[in-house]
């Protein structure tokens, strides 16, 4: 075989792997995305942003990137695979997803890049990838499924002001609603669950 033949041979190879990994690829679109969320819950959606979750909740401790987004019954983080790459590999994935009822809030504060790594939640190296464009954090304090006062932390590409605005206004306009309160949602498929199953209905991940 010649010079030649082991290009074409290489090039099939190639062009096989890119059609392969682009079969993969999955698309969700944006607008079913949102109708799912409001109808699970029969809540509106209010403000979302690009976020990066920086920790806080009991059951995520790792960064990782992925859609901040406030409802009129709650705030919720959930992060996204990438999917496999155009040649078919894809990275470990860990899902995030939590969803705070109102009722949970309590405040939210701007937290200065400096504090937040003095605090040790933030690595210092972490803020050249920092998504907001001024030094600053969102914090959201709340009460937690055992009672326990959390706090969470954000960088949020859409400007913190926006966030205070809008989750208070949010939290003035809630009404309490008992059915609500017993809500949970689980971290690995993002169906409704009541926090008392030790596992989900759905998908049988481990809740506690
Ligand atoms: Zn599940």
Known sequence: MGGFSYILIFAVLIIGAIVWGLKRKKTISVSDFWQEKESEYSEKR?????ARYLGGHARFETTTEGLLFLMSKSLWFENFEKGANIFGFAFPFEKVIFRIPLSRIGQTKTIPEKELISQGILHPSMNVR???RKPEYLSVSYIDEWGREKELFFDSMVDLSQWHQAIKTALDNYVPDVEEEKIGVCPKCG????????????CGCRLS
Request: charged share 25%; aromatic share 16%; hydrophobic share 35%.
């Open 130 to 132: 920092r998504v907001n």
């Open 191 to 202: 169906k409704k669950v009541s926090p008392d199953f030790k596992l989900c209905p759905y």
């Open 46 to 50: 209010i403000l979302s942003s690009f």
